[in-house]
């Protein structure tokens, strides 16, 4: 469950506590939108603790530089030992 699932546990929790004027039997809707706005605060908690473990910075590193490479091209007139 991500973020955005626990602000809706938060969201529909705080609406059945305290928006709601329904009675179920045997249910205390209060009591569940307490907990669900808990459940909600929870995995907020954990998501942000979480992703601040992810975030690693990395040290910048040298540039690579290729090194340049001179290609001698044969004409034919070279023995190999600069002659």
């Given at each position: ?18 928006a709601t004027d329904w009675?179920?039997?045997?249910v205390n809707l209060t ?53």
């Open positions: 469950m991500g973020l955005g699932g626990c602000i809706i546990l938060i969201a529909v929790g705080a609406i059945l506590t305290f009675h179920m039997q045997d009591v569940v939108g307490l907990i669900l706005m808990a459940v909600g605060l929870i995995g907020v908690a954990t998501f942000t603790g979480i992703a601040r473990r992810r975030r690693v910075v990395v040290p910048p590193t040298t540039p690579v530089v290729e090194e340049e490479r001179h290609h001698h091209h044969s004409d034919g007139y070279s023995d190999g030992y600069g002659v």
